[in-house]
């Protein structure tokens, strides 16, 4: 069971998207993150690539 049911976790981490600042688990912390919500864009503000 989901201990938070009204917290989406987009990375699946447990820590719900409202409190963690790093939703899509991309490792580029959400107010860095062009896109914050899509893993699948691993880039900053600047475009530079995400070194795992
Ligand atoms: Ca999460
Ligand atoms: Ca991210």
Known sequence: MDPNPDQADLDGDSIGD?????RDGDGLKNKCDKCPD?????LDR???????
């Not at 899509?38 to 691993?42: L, Y």
């Not at 600047?46 to 795992?52: A, R, S």
Request: overall charge negative; charged content about 40%; aromatic content about 0%.
């Open 18 to 22: 409202v409190r963690d600042d790093d």
């Open 38 to 42: 899509d893993s699948a864009e691993p």
């Open 46 to 52: 600047k475009g530079c690539p995400v070194i795992p």
